[in-house]
């Protein structure tokens, strides 16, 4: 049992990533306004572009990604080992 939730846990966190990254293909069934309203949670993913538009990180926010999946997948890893034990 511990097992499907880990494998269901890295697929949720696989498909957060995805969303917040600029390679989000799909277009969800919600508004354009956003889920529940909020904008930054639009139905084309890109969310951390969104978030960077207008300041000097802007240019790199495919490193920022890559370092946010890095400690994401790191933190998954620590927690499917705790709860293996």
């Known amino acids: 049992m511990t097992r499907a939730i ?3 846990s890295v697929v949720l966190l696989g498909a957060s990533a995805l969303f917040i990254s600029r390679f989000w293909l799909w277009p ?12 930054i949670l639009s139905p084309n993913g890109d969310v ?3 978030i960077l538009r207008g300041t000097s990180f802007d240019v ?26």
């Open 28 to 39: 969800l069934p919600w508004s354009n306004r956003g889920l529940w309203d909020i904008q």
């Open 60 to 85: 790199f926010d495919l490193v920022i990604w890559m370092g946010l999946i890095f400690a994401a997948l790191t933190f998954a890893q620590w927690l499917v080992e705790r709860m293996t034990k």
């Open 6 to 8: 880990g494998y269901l």
């Open 48 to 50: 951390l572009r969104r």
